[in-house]
């Protein structure tokens, strides 16, 4: 099987039918999971769950449940096979019924295996896997600045449901939460209304809501050697982990921004911040978007690219070449209690080992990157994704098996 | 000027550009104010202020530059003239930037007073407006089963940005906020991802979290007769108010649904809590989702149509002809410290007297309504909304002049 050949693999549409983005359902099997070098959608619903139950079997019988239901999900089809208004009255509906008549809409489902799962808090093993538990799968580190809500924070399981219907996207994971009933529990759930990332190179760039471009040096899917290299976890990465070959870490970044503060910062002081125009996005040593940085260009004052900015702060060049696939989305959950907006970016990203793709850049943000000052990280996690699966395959059976 | 003749009414789209939804412009000035009748758009970010300031002078001051930059935000344009990336690098700038390059995407935004603009806690007139508070306006009486936060009910101001890109219907309500700075201060706001109601005979019926088909029976843009009769307050109903006048009542409820557990209802029971069927949307009685309900027809068991269910409680027929124009938008806030989902429907109504078109129907519903037990109300308000503005008038001039 080729790589990438199922990544942004598209079902086939009903004959007849116009082929509108609205319509698109991208296959739930493959080589690796749908949701990741799959172009981002525009909506997202996350969702970190906490398993209840002390039985493998139980958990096991959920996984398998889940398979069918996202399956058919992403094919645009009811969770069940009776559906939202068939069966007996005397039954609950086996589908909730709120994306009735809804197409697929690029409906993707990633799962996800938080280190809570493998041990409790106390090292002991919970299910049996221990000890295939993957070395780099660790509750993230403390970073600077960190002002994690536990309640908004980690999990022992993780959902990300991407759609370019939001009704979609919370249907889904609405329904796997239903199926889950007495087996896991929504520990916490994030809306994103807005993708700030292109994951192809046939999208444009969105805007974050510092009002810059986002995601412009992503690594995307029409770059395999990029995502074996920063993405994919390989083959012999980890002795104890084979079943997560050909899967990716998932770290979630709950970054609420400082919205009225940095509304008051003159444009060029943002521009300085980001280490790009806000216009166009080309870095500030000239070009356009997807000009390379002149990090040696000199200004009166220093580089016309600051130290601290976020663009240098996090660039490969300075980071031993490591790069992301980041996947993010704007959020607004309404307002805090001082009147500002509690909104910012959630951010996602897919990476092949935390311990060198994300930990040490992270590190060095919160310590250096000038945009800290307008960010304050509420919500973290860390998440294996186990590679996709083949057909009668079940999520989670390479690690149950 | 006709009854309605602004409130569908478009402006002129560029020429040679794709005349599709996204597109949409919607003009800001006319005979009622936009956001009411227009074809209820897919997304909402709704805020209420609070005035922080005491100067009469400051507040008008803000009206009318939230004027200027509504007009333009509704047109596709920046908030501001010099907009996010031009004029002076040390000043910031008059636009935040997220929606540069986002065409107008059906954007309204449109404007309400609440009662304690006219008179603060004490009785004492704030503004030297108290005199003109109309005398419906007045906080919600508390509902059997009302369990209001505080912080996310009531205000001074409220504005509604609808739109069909989200990220423009938060960069109307950031710039606003950001505009109103020092004068007032956000105190509660809310998104809504998904509409529920139809305002045009144009639009199909979207669904609730329920599930079901909701807004069916509203009053559309295509009734004018029932508009001047249940929407817009007419000219000698408060000799006080005047100034409402071809305006309305803006009623907000936040009706956090008990997801999980409607989930485990039998499909029978859930179609006689709500008097329709899932699928269709038709009455028990029989027909089509726009049949009328037979309320006299008779099951094994009493009528076929539950005295208790949802659309026997609030029909006309059963509140002296009451009809409202709903605008409400499903919304999914993350999730509760239990593991249930933070969501359900954010109730919009607009009516020409909430004394007769919404306490006593809201009422009979608190009481009686078997969906009610489905239900828990967490935000409440109410707002006058003025009627729309005529060319160089800004938003409130009839009431401050």
């Not at 949701?35 to 398993?51: E, S």
């Not at 809409?105 to 049996?128: C, E, Q």
């Not at 104890?240 to 979630?252: D, P």
């Amino acid at each position: 099987m080729a790589v990438g050949a199922f990544a942004a693999g598209r079902a086939t549409a009903a004959e007849g039918e116009p082929s509108t983005a609205a319509r698109d359902a991208f296959a739930f099997r493959g080589e690796h999971q749908a949701g990741i070098t799959t172009p981002a959608q525009d909506r997202l619903h996350f969702a970190a769950f906490d398993v209840t139950t002390g039985s493998r079997a139980q958990l096991v019988a959920l996984l398998k449940a889940w398979t069918v239901a996202a399956e058919r999900m992403t094919r645009g089809l009811p969770a069940g096979e009776v559906g939202p208004t068939g069966g007996d009255a005397l039954l609950p509906p086996d589908d909730t019924g709120e994306a009735i008549g809804l197409p697929a809409s690029g409906l993707t489902i990633t799962f996800g295996f938080g280190p809570t799962l493998f041990r409790d808090d106390h090292g002991r093993d919970r299910f049996g896997i221990a000890d295939r538990q993957p070395a780099a799968l660790r509750t993230l580190p403390h970073f600077p600045g960190d002002a994690l809500d536990p309640a908004a924070s980690y999990g022992d399981l993780c959902v990300q449901a991407c759609a370019d219907d939001p009704q979609v996207a919370v249907h889904a994971i609405r329904n796997l939460a239903r199926i889950g009933f007495g087996t896991v529990a929504v520990r916490w759930s994030q809306l994103g209304f807005g993708r700030t990332s292109t994951t192809s190179t046939s999208q444009s760039t969105p805007r974050n809501l510092f009002g810059f471009k986002d995601g412009t040096a992503n690594v995307k899917a029409e770059e395999p050697a990029d995502l074996a290299e920063h993405v994919w976890v390989g083959r012999g990465d980890d002795p104890r982990a084979g079943w997560l070959a050909g899967g990716s870490y998932l770290v979630t970044r709950r970054m609420n921004m400082t919205i009225e503060v940095w509304d008051r910062q003159p444009l060029g002081d943002q521009e300085g911040f980001i280490g790009r125009t806000k216009d166009t996005g080309a870095p500030l040593s000239g070009g356009t978007e997807l000009t390379e940085p002149d990090f040696s260009m000199s200004g009166s004052d220093g580089p016309v690219i600051p130290r601290d900015s976020h663009v240098r702060v996090v660039h490969p060049d300075f980071n031993g070449g490591a790069r992301m696939l980041r996947r993010g989305y704007n959020f607004v959950d309404g307002s805090d209690p001082l009147g500002g907006l509690n909104a910012g970016l959630f951010f996602i990203a897919f990476v092949r080992d935390p311990d060198t793709h994300f930990v040490p850049i992270q590190l060095k943000m919160a310590k250096v990157d000038a945009l800290m000052e307008y960010l304050k990280v509420t919500g973290s996690a860390l998440f294996a994704v186990p590679p996709g699966i083949g057909p009668g395959e079940h999520v989670g059976q390479a690690l149950f098996s």
